[in-house]
């Protein structure tokens, strides 16, 4: 069975800093993995997602992230923290044939000043 | 803005009665999933339809029902209301069944006294 795993509820970083939250999966077949943040008071959207090619995948914002076959990991990475990236940063999984999203438990990223 | 609306935006009401939820998607999108947000219970999948059919259930409760109509629009209905189910409820559309971005609605704040 497919599962999400975020390493870290709560993450701060100083502005202009390097960001870094943990995602690492668990599925039977090429997953399909997605990152979503979500603002106060908001739904969530979309930031990126990686379905097959290539590993390192941008999105939006400034920032992307890595599928790791070895480690399981898709790791989210934005090189330089803005007062704006503070939100719910969310990792999914989608796996082939059943419809599921997994969503992890997420992470919410604190910037300071 | 996603494209997607929910009604009613809050929603306050007593233990033991019922509520429907209602969700629009995306213009030209046939897939709609719900999803419970909770301070404890994180962002929990309940149930996705396709064209009108269900297509996945995930942690959704008996006393929890949904279906989508021939105009795409869906409804999640919750009855016999308990504190417990306090929770921002999310609808979300996409274009396929599977593996395609999601776009969020802004939520229902449903709160029981």
């Known amino acids: 069975a497919q599962s999400v795993t975020q390493l870290g509820s709560h993450v701060s970083v100083s502005e202009g800093a390097l960001v870094l939250l943990r995602c690492n999966y668990s599925?039977?077949?090429?997953?399909?993995l997605f990152w979503y943040v979500q603002y106060p008071n908001q739904g969530l959207q979309l930031l990126l997602k990686?379905?097959?090619?290539?590993?390192l995948v941008k999105g939006i914002n400034g920032f992307e992230a890595e599928f790791k076959k070895s480690e399981t990991s898709f790791h989210l990475t934005k090189p330089s923290a803005h007062m704006s990236d503070a939100a719910e940063y969310f990792c999914a999984v989608s796996e082939g044939g059943t419809y599921k999203y997994i969503f992890g438990t997420g992470t919410r990223l604190k910037v300071l000043a | 803005d996603s494209g997607v609306t929910q009604t009613p935006k809050h929603l306050i009401t007593a233990t033991g009665q019922r509520v429907t939820l209602r969700c629009s998607p995306r213009?030209?999108?046939?897939?709609v999933y719900w999803y419970q947000q909770s301070l404890d219970q994180g962002l929990q999948f309940l149930i996705q339809y396709y064209n009108g059919e269900e297509r996945a259930k995930g942690n959704i409760l008996e006393r929890f029902s949904a279906q989508q109509f021939p105009d795409l629009h869906s409804e999640l209905n919750l009855s016999s209301l308990e504190l417990g189910d306090s929770a921002l409820y999310f609808c979300?559309?996409?274009?396929?069944?599977?593996?395609?971005?999601?776009?969020f609605g802004p939520g229902t704040r449903l709160t029981v006294l």
């Open positions: 213009s030209g999108d046939l897939s």
């Open positions: 979300a559309s996409s274009v396929l069944a599977e593996h395609n971005e999601q776009f």
């Open positions: 599925s039977s077949v090429p997953p399909y």
């Open positions: 990686y379905t097959t090619g290539a590993t």
